[in-house]
């Protein structure tokens, strides 16, 4: 795991801050931090806690994975960048929801990973001609 980039994460936080319309007091009563501290996490003068990140993407409005990525206490997913974005910036699902999805998705990522490993082809074939949609042979047509 990466250490910390203070100032890097303080950096990400002020943009996601300023591209939300949102006033540093604004983020720093929604998210239930001071002032102050917010200011001096922003600035890079201060290393925050999951917890308090947490607090920080929530009052943001972004996900929590996304801080903690940045702030080098969690690994970055793999995949598809726009697949894993689009999953964690849906408000329509719960968090719960959120993390069974990505990890349907990273598990159908390994299995696929262990196909094309072992030499077989990780994306599914359409039918070939000559068979239905359920694998029957269908009749083949007179070519005289």
Not at 44 to 69: D, N
Not at 83 to 92: G, R, S, Y
């Amino acid at each position: 795991m990466a250490t910390i980039d203070v100032r890097t994460l303080g950096e990400f936080i002020r943009e996601q801050r300023e591209a939300a319309e949102v006033s540093l007091r604004q983020l720093a009563r929604n998210a239930g931090v001071s002032n102050p501290y917010l200011s001096q996490v922003e600035r890079g003068l201060k290393k925050p806690s999951a917890e308090i990140l947490g607090q920080i993407a929530s009052a943001l409005r972004i996900s929590a994975e996304t801080l903690y990525v940045r702030a080098g206490l969690l690994e970055p997913r793999a995949g598809n960048a726009a697949v894993t974005e689009a999953i964690v910036a849906d408000e329509t699902l719960t968090e719960r929801q959120r993390q069974v999805l990505l990890e349907i998705y990273a598990a159908f990522q390994s299995e696929n990973s262990a196909l094309a490993a072992a030499g077989e082809a990780a994306t599914p074939t359409a039918p070939t001609t000559g068979t239905t949609s359920a694998g029957a042979r269908s009749p083949k047509k007179d070519q005289s």
